[in-house]
């Protein structure tokens, strides 16, 4: 397993049932991928947020093996600010429309019964599938301004896929809908409840890796993929980079979560040059967080804030004390995570920790949500290709690059970054259960997980 966030390990766990030895390869000094939860005196932070919700049943019963008891129910809060007001998310129109004031109500209905009369008749980008679904006045005040924050480039440039798998089923009517008929089924975007564990998420991936190094398997932690080496329609070994210098890993079966990008570019021999271009050309969103310690006992109720205030940069703030008292060692302080989006290498990713921390400050005072008298510690951590971009050409290069790594028989794709898609963590262990089930002789497409209709957030047959 070439990766040790939550799909290589959960295909490692898989495979210890089985009793078939397998040894995990994960670049960095921790477990957990982008789902692991930073240690830092005594706060407990995420690298994001992490809902534990999903609608497979394996997924669900080893998130319960492993945790137990320790898997708390937790009931959401989380809202939209706004030029200083509070809009809840999902959004209670009604709710919504009253703080608007009558005249930005009046535009916002117009505008979406205007886009209800003559929608856009091709969905190619998210600006015209938002327009389509709320109105061109709505998408503009709550979803325009956060999108471009988060991916970096203007909504007419990012596919619409990314909707279409993300947020399906969520529009004006639909959120109209579920606000007057609260009991009938959700998508996931708009689920009230969710699961998390006492700990963060990295409680459950620690564990994990605890019981796959008790059973025999191994974790090898620091090992960064150099080279893939391959011939005759096989991958035959992977060499690290570690501790011990340069080390060559022999196997039967690989299956690899590791950023798709670079596993092309390190198959040895290399690619040919066009497949090698389709790999360079996948894009990334990077991001940050900068953990505040404010000493108070709360700041705001939610579980994060969604920031769509344009004069900040801030685009959301997590709140982890919300999630789990336990992720502060004093009630009487509070972790607050404020993430920004970027590229790796441009100005806010390569600033110094200390200009991030005095920033996080400042716009956490102009937001007027502490002051930044009351911060008294911190840290920042970076997460380089933390989410896969759907922009233009991305479709067809992933296609490519799929035809030809169909071509290395014992090599599968996983998680978010291996199939470069906008995976939750429980599609990403999904996909190493099927992986694994194809190891063991099965023929399963793992690229579909997420795709087909069983896999969408909302499934009619849940109805």
């Known amino acids: 397993m070439i990766g040790g966030g939550p799909a290589g390990l959960t295909a490692a766990y898989a495979l210890s049932r089985a009793r078939v030895p397998a040894v995990v390869l994960e670049k960095g000094s921790q477990v957990g991928g982008h789902a692991r939860t930073v240690r ?4 407990l932070f995420d690298v994001g947020g992490h809902r534990f919700f999903t609608k497979v049943p394996e997924v669900a019963a080893i998130w319960r093996e492993l945790l137990g008891d320790r898997l708390l129910k937790v009931r959401r809060l989380s809202r939209i600010l706004y030029r200083g007001k509070y809009y809840h998310y999902p959004l209670r129109p009604f709710e919504a429309l009253r703080r608007m004031g009558a005249f930005e109500c009046a535009w916002v209905l117009l ?9 856009f008749p091709e969905e190619r980008t998210l600006d015209e599938w938002m327009s389509n679904r709320f109105g061109r006045r709505l998408h503009l005040m709550f979803f325009k301004t956060y999108t471009e924050k988060v991916w970096g480039i203007p909504c007419t440039e990012l596919r619409a896929d990314w909707a279409a798998q993300r947020i399906k ?5 639909g959120a109209l809908v579920a606000a007057l008929t609260p009991s009938r089924a959700r998508p996931r975007t708009l689920i009230d409840e969710f699961d998390y564990p006492e700990e963060g998420p990295g409680m459950l991936w620690e564990a994990m890796a605890r019981g796959l190094e008790d059973s025999g398997q191994r974790v090898l932690l620091g090992r960064e993929v150099v080279r893939v080496a391959r011939g005759n329609g096989l ?5 690290t980079r570690g501790p011990a210098g340069e080390e060559e890993h022999r196997g039967s079966h690989f299956i690899a979560s590791m950023p798709l990008r670079d596993l092309v570019l390190a198959l040895d021999p290399p690619a040919p040059p066009e497949v090698r271009a389709d790999a360079e050309g996948l894009r990334y969103r990077d991001f940050l967080t900068v953990a505040l310690m404010v000493r108070r006992p709360d700041v705001f109720p939610d579980h994060w804030l969604y920031v769509h205030t344009p004069e900040v940069r801030v685009a959301r703030i997590q709140n982890y004390k919300n999630w789990s ?5 004093d009630p009487g302080e509070t972790c607050l995570g404020l993430e920004y989006f970027c590229n790796e290498g441009d100005d806010l990713w390569s600033r110094p920790d200390a200009e991030l921390l005095a920033l996080a ?7 007027r949500l502490a002051r930044a008298a009351e911060v008294h510690d911190g840290t920042v951590v970076r997460e380089p290709k933390a989410y896969p971009v759907y922009d233009e050409p991305y479709r067809e290069r992933l296609g490519r690059l799929r035809l030809f790594l169909d071509g290395l028989s014992n ?11 906008y995976n939750n963590q429980d599609h990403a262990m999904l996909t190493a259960l099927l992986a694994v089930r194809n190891v063991l002789g099965e023929r399963l497409d793992v690229w579909a997980v997420n795709t087909e209709r069983e896999y969408h957030e909302e499934d009619p047959s849940t109805h």
Not at 325 to 329: F, G, I, L, R, T
């Open 40 to 43: 830092y005196h005594g706060f």
């Open 111 to 119: 505008s979406y019964l205007r886009k209800r009369l003559a929608p």
């Open 169 to 173: 089923s969520l529009t004006l009517w």
């Open 235 to 239: 991958v035959h070994a992977v060499t």
């Open 325 to 329: 008292p336990a992720m502060v060692p």
């Open 361 to 367: 400050g400042r716009e956490l005072e102009a937001l």
């Open 411 to 421: 090599l599968q794709m996983v998680g978010r970054n291996g199939l470069h898609k």
